[in-house]
Structure formats: C-alpha cells, structure tokens
Nanobody, 122 residues
Framework: QVQLVESGGGLVQAGGSLRLSCAAS????????MGWFRQAPGKEREFVAA????????YYAGSVKGRFTISRDIARNTVFLQMNSLKPEDTAVYYC???????????????WGQGTQVTVSS
C-alpha cells in the first residue's frame, strides 16, 4: 500500500501562484510514477501532470504546459506541483496519484490522495 497526502491548496487571485505538495509513504518503491489530476464540480477527472520517480521525465496536459511545473524530492518521497499564472478555470480539487508508469489516464494509477481544493478568483 502507498499512502498519499496532499497539501498546499487554497484561494488565490487570477494570475497568482500556488505550490502543491504530495507526500508519499508506505510501499513507494512499487510505484514508478506520480501524477496530478484535478476535478471541477460537474466535470470528469482531468490529467494535469506526471513525473517518473527514477528518471524525472515529465508529462503535461496541454492546458497547463508552460504554467505548471511538476518536480520530485526523492529523499523526502514528495512530489510538487508549482502552479503559476493561475486562471479561474484551474479551480478544482487537485489529487495526486501513484502508479507503475507515466500516463495521462487516471485508470492506470493505483493509489490516490484525498485531494486539496484550489480556488482561483477572477
């Protein structure tokens, strides 16, 4: 089992920045990739970004590329999502997830955090 705990969400004005963290514990060696997804009210869960623990290879959704940056701290078993130039349409609950490989498909991820709310006001 892998436990994931997100933090760092909050309320920010459009154009502002937030940094989300996801701390992993448990059998973390069983998961090579970490991903961030988001879900707004009434919408499906949407891929945001993913990163390989081993290589650091990253993968982004087109809607956030150039604004968001995913990174990892191997020693702390923590993944970060730096979000800049935030827009009202970025408002959602953000979830981190762990899985066997980088993917934009949420069904490939085995473990999920509880989510953290990000609200961007216009």
């Amino acid at each position: 089992q892998v436990q994931l705990v997100e933090s760092g969400g909050g309320l920010v004005q459009a154009g502002g920045s937030l940094r989300l963290s996801c701390a992993a514990s448990g059998r973390t060696f069983s998961s090579n990739a970490m991903g961030w997804f988001r879900q707004a009210p009434g919408k499906e869960r949407e891929f945001v970004a993913a990163i390989s623990w081993r290589t650091g290879t990253t993968y982004y959704a087109g809607s956030v590329k150039g604004r968001f940056t995913i990174s990892r701290d191997i020693a702390r078993n923590t993944v970060f999502l730096q979000m800049n130039s935030l827009k009202p349409e970025d408002t959602a609950v953000y979830y981190c997830a762990a899985g066997p490989g980088i993917s934009g498909d949420y069904v490939t991820y085995d473990y999920w955090g509880q989510g953290t709310q990000v609200t961007v006001s216009s």
